[in-house]
């Protein structure tokens, strides 16, 4: 057990030693290959450079991989490949099967999300593009109002909104404004509600936010929404395809669609917690003349009109039919069972951590996000005890917390985790090693 697995941690860190960068040999400059390796070749050499890799498949990573079961991901790996060549870019006009199974999916999310019948969607390539597009879509609908505001803009959103919105504010010219959150972690909507002005495009709420795993309070939003006329976009890439089961399986998660009025829009990642093959996520829109303007149109070019609802121009057509065969396989019942296992699961972790002495959760979660720290021990040398016995480690510092988006890689290794965090809470108090907030962020 200690053998394999502790020769490869002591190699990790041997390598990032001599590294000095961090997990990637980012300064290697290669020759162009002369060609002609053959596939066996390719192969191995891959696994060797994957060797490097954190033990995802045992619940070692706390965020990038999302899983249900065995049988789940081999559906979508097939369908995926069935479609390899395709591309989504062409899925009216030339692949009328992906186009098919694409319009299916988003009637699916639709459907779940309760959608009036006004209502439409758009596949993208993940939960940032989600939300660029109805950033873009928000504003292009408040500059459009009679005498509006055309520059100066601003984003009212929780202090725990997605650093995509940041992304979206950067590449569109906007400002962002942060509100403080309440204890429970959940956005301050009275708060909140003070920054907006009459250059607001758009406020924001999650269901759930990234940093702690809670919904902001989006009744409370929505009737703000309603209030200042103003576009309310629900950033539910983590939740929005897995929450309407939570909520059937009886769990107490309160409202997050459309059937809160004051939200015109809301991103939901197919590839979080619909666990379907990455690059897939959906952005619904109440009206689709919202949709309308998520697009881009350009026509200057002598190639005439260029019109896509994405972001992206080719898209892997692979992403699409293996969204659809996912939800298709699993349907109602498949992630209601999902979401009874996660929510039993971290339920567990919960009572687990909470038991130990000096272990805090920062905040109860809704899904399975968790979030915890201490006022008595030094959560960065944790962390770093952490990565020493194998587990890669994400700090929050807001309060500064051991973070992990648990899916259900992570049901298994539970007793091994709370062990280990036991150990290193222990090793802490006398350790000189420590993980800063730099080295384990949410990075690429
Ligand atoms: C709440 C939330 N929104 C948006 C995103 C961005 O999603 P993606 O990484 O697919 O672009 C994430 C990613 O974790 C997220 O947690």
Redesign the pocket.
């Known amino acids: 057990m200690i053998s394999h697995f502790c020769c490869k941690v002591s190699f990790l860190r041997y390598h990032f030693f001599k590294m000095g960068i961090g997990m990637t040999d980012d300064k290697v400059r290669v020759s162009f290959p002369a060609g002609g390796v053959s596939w066996s070749v390719l192969k191995e050499t891959m696994a060797e450079y994957s060797s490097l890799d954190i033990e995802w498949r045992d619940g070692r990573s706390p ?1 990038f991989v999302f899983k249900n079961d065995a049988e789940t991901e081999e559906i979508g790996r097939k369908a995926f490949f069935e479609y390899f060549n395709e591309n989504g870019l062409g899925g009216s006009r030339a692949f009328h099967g992906i186009g098919r199974m694409e319009r299916e999916v988003l009637a699916f999310g639709l459907d779940l999300l309760q959608a009036p019948k006004s209502g439409s969607g758009v596949f993208t390539t ?4 989600s ?1 660029l597009l109805a950033v873009k879509a928000a504003r292009d609908a408040f500059r459009s109002k009679p005498n509006a505001p055309q520059h100066g803009l601003n984003i009212v959103m929780p202090d725990t909104a ?1 650093a ?1 919105f940041d992304k979206a504010s950067q590449l569109m010219d906007l400002d962002i404004r942060r509100a403080p959150l309440r204890h429970d972690k959940r956005v301050d909507p009275v708060a909140l509600g003070e920054l907006i002005d009459a250059r607001t495009i758009l406020i924001v709420g ?1 269901a759930p ?2 940093p702690h795993g809670v919904i902001d309070p989006l009744e409370e939003l929505s009737d703000l929404a309603l209030t200042h006329d103003l576009w309310l976009h629900v ?1 539910a ?2 939740g929005g395809w897995i929450l309407p089961f939570f909520k059937m399986n009886g769990r107490d998660v309160g409202s997050f669609d459309f059937s809160l009025p004051g939200i015109r829009s809301i ?1 939901a ?1 197919l ?2 917690f619909g666990f379907c093959p990455k690059p897939a ?1 959906t952005v619904f829109f109440r009206n689709s003349e919202d949709q309308e303007r998520a697009k881009f149109v350009a026509d200057a070019w002598p190639s005439g009109i260029f019109r896509t609802a994405t972001l992206a121009g080719t898209r892997p057509a692979g992403a699409v039919a293996g969204a659809w065969a996912v939800l298709n396989h699993l349907g109602t019942s498949g992630y209601r069972r999902a979401a009874d296992r996660l929510a039993k699961m971290t339920d567990s972790y919960v009572h687990d951590i909470e038991a130990i002495d000096g272990m805090t959760m920062w905040a109860k979660p809704d899904l399975s996000l968790i979030n915890f720290g201490s006022e008595t021990h030094d959560m960065n040398k944790v962390a770093a005890e952490m990565m020493e016995r194998g587990w890669l480690t994400t700090l929050t510092r807001r309060p500064v917390g051991l973070h992990i ?1 648990m899916s259900l890689l992570h049901e298994e290794p539970r007793e091994r985790y709370i062990s280990d965090l036991k150990d290193s809470i222990r090793a802490s108090g006398s350790s000189t090693k420590t993980l800063t907030l730099q080295s384990t962020g949410y990075a690429d």
Do not use: F, N, P
Request: glycine share 10%; net charge negative.
């Open positions: 965020l993940g939960g940032s593009e939300i997605h995509a999650s936010c990234y950033d890439c983590v991103s990642d590839h979080k996520s988006m």
